[in-house]
């Protein structure tokens, strides 16, 4: 008996999520500008060549009413750094990714974005915008040390931002192809410059 409940649940629980996929393909997404990574700029600090960005155009109406339901979003952000001979990237020098995570906690009714890029920090918005902004604006990365670069030498930096396939928590397996719908990746934003020769920088 106890064997014909469990699956008579099974079963309930997959005609709803049947259900659900065929309501939520019956509307269709609304359309929305491709992201992009924009903004770059390379600054000098004492000790460091520090990296800022902004990614555009990240989050569809879809997203944004999952994450008001609790569910959590990662972007994974890539960084290159590469010397540049005759034109072109040649030969890369540094590597570097870290994530920035969203999550809406009902019980306090704010957003919570932890970032990696200089060690986890954690910060907690009201507001969905600020949020956000939080998790497509980079600020300070700390690219390379200055010592590795050489002056005169030109330098490029290669960056992109994509939705992380991350595991959703136990609560919301049954949300996945959801989830995979928003599927979020940018192309490569491309900057060169040469050390030393402010003004010197282009992107491409």
């Known amino acids: 008996m106890l064997l014909c409940e469990k699956n ?15 309501l939520f393909s019956s509307f269709p ?46 972007f994974t952000f890539l960084v290159k750094l590469f010397q540049v001979n005759n034109g072109s990237l040649d030969g890369e020098m ?8 969203l999550q809406y906690d009902s019980l306090k009714q ?33 690219l390379a040390d200055l010592a590795l670069l050489t002056e005169g030498r030109k330098y490029g930096v290669k960056v992109k931002a994509k939705l992380a396939k991350k595991k959703l928590p136990l609560n919301f397996q049954y949300i996945i192809p959801f989830w995979q719908l928003w599927k979020f990746e940018t192309d490569w934003n491309t900057v060169t410059f040469t050390y030393g020769s402010p003004g010197q920088s282009k992107t491409r």
Not at 10 to 21: A, N, P, T
Not at 95 to 100: I, K, M, P, Q
């Open 94 to 101: 540094l590597s570097s990714s870290f994530d920035h995570t």
């Open 8 to 22: 008579t649940i099974k079963g309930i629980v997959r005609s709803l999520i049947l259900i659900l996929l065929v």
């Open 29 to 74: 997404l609304q359309a929305k500008e491709t992201g992009q990574v924009g903004d770059v700029a390379l600054v000098n600090s004492e000790k460091d060549l520090l990296l800022y960005f902004t990614v555009h155009n990240a989050f569809t109406p879809e997203m944004e009413n999952g994450i008001k339901n609790g569910i959590p979003v990662t």
């Open 110 to 142: 704010e957003y919570r974005v932890d970032m990696e890029e200089n060690g986890v920090t954690s910060v907690a918005v009201a507001d969905l915008g600020e949020a956000k902004a939080l998790m497509s604006e980079i600020h300070d990365f700390k």
